[in-house]
């Protein structure tokens, strides 16, 4: 019931930004609480960030903390994430999630994006 898209992926160098943006359609976008989450090669799908329906609320991986900014813009239906000071190991497929509540689970979450490829290179 809920579609998520994500966009802002691509190739940058070490230390450089990128903003990863979220766009969702045919529910209420704004009564979801939104996640990011990352999985890079051989290894398991990992929480990024999260954020209340109201973006009030916000929570980071340690590993992400002081880089990653995430933020929504409820008119839009949009939720953001901007990722500073990029590192390698960040390279990853980025997907956005929508739950109920906001969460470092991803048994937490109802619906997923199709996933947007980020690449830092050294």
């Known amino acids: 019931q809920v579609q998520l898209v994500e966009s802002g992926g691509g190739l940058v160098q070490a230390g450089g930004s990128l903003r990863l943006s979220c766009a969702a359609s045919g529910r209420t976008f704004s009564r979801y609480a939104m996640g990011w989450f990352r999985q890079a090669p051989g290894k398991e799908r990992e929480f990024v960030s999260t954020i209340a329906w109201s973006g009030g609320s916000t929570g980071y991986a340690d590993s992400v903390k002081g880089r990653f900014t995430i933020s929504r813009d409820n008119a839009k239906n949009t939720v953001y994430l901007q990722m500073n000071n990029l590192k390698p190991e960040d390279t990853a497929v980025y997907y956005c999630?929508?739950?109920?509540?906001?969460?470092?689970?991803?048994?937490?979450?109802?619906?997923w994006g199709q996933g947007t490829q980020v690449t830092v290179s050294s």
């Open positions: 999630a929508a739950g109920q509540h906001p969460s470092s689970s991803y048994n937490s979450y109802d619906y």
